[in-house]
């Protein structure tokens, strides 16, 4: 079993739809969660850490269950700008990170 | 402020070989991580160097070894190349704080190394 799961996707939506990403994770002891972005043949770049009350940036929101091993991505009135990779990703030091999850905004 | 700044862009060297990556930390920044991105497949957590020490290394053979000099700034060296050694090395800086607290580590652009 993979230590953080993503469903690879791709997830193709229109312009202004919700779309929302889950991820598992594996070790229960895991203290730090985080949504990267990726875009093609570039870095991550944070998009948010997650904590355990939940939090919202603008359009996007992360939700953590810490019972289920689960974090979750929601974001709202997509944009073509948000077509990338999200990476979920845990720990505090040596990161584990999800394969993935790809994203396609379309007009 | 400057972000993260990794040379060379690109490496393109042969079997056996032996590659050199450099990484700049973010000003401030004690803490130099490598990972490793190989086509189609995730990141991985390579090592990571904290105040001149290696404070953890992932799972990857010792020809991969690297050294954080006294201004921060950090050397990845990739011994006996291999094909399989083609990817993107992600160099990524973060501010230590206390024990419990959040850390975010801040990504370069990464060296894409080419192995024929």
């Known amino acids: 079993r993979k230590e953080v799961e993503q469903d690879p996707g791709p997830f193709n939506v229109p312009e202004g739809a919700t779309v929302a990403f889950n991820c598992t994770y594996s070790n229960s002891a895991s203290q730090s969660f985080f949504w990267y972005r990726q875009d093609c043949r570039k870095e991550p770049k944070l998009l948010m850490s997650v904590y355990s009350s939940g939090n919202e940036d603008g359009r996007f929101t992360a939700q953590l269950n810490r019972a289920s091993q689960y974090i979750s991505l929601l974001i709202r009135d997509s944009k073509l700008s948000d077509s990338a990779t999200y990476l979920c990703v845990v720990g505090r030091r040596a990161l584990t990170f999800g394969s993935g999850t790809r994203l396609q905004v379309q007009p | ?116």
């Open chain 2, 1 to 116: 402020e400057a972000g993260v700044t990794q040379s060379p862009t690109h490496l393109i060297k042969t079997r056996g070989q032996q590659a050199t990556l450099r990484c700049s930390p973010i000003s401030g920044h004690t803490s130099v991580y490598w990972y490793q991105q190989a086509l189609g497949l995730g990141l991985q957590f390579l090592l990571w160097y904290d105040e001149g020490e290696e404070r953890n290394r992932g799972n990857f053979p010792p020809r991969f070894s690297g050294r954080q000099f006294p201004n921060y700034s950090s050397e990845l060296n990739v011994n006996a190349l291999e094909l399989e050694d083609s990817a993107l090395y992600l160099c990524a800086s973060s501010l230590v704080v206390g024990p419990g607290a959040q850390e975010t580590q801040y990504f370069g652009p990464g060296t894409r190394l080419l192995v024929l």
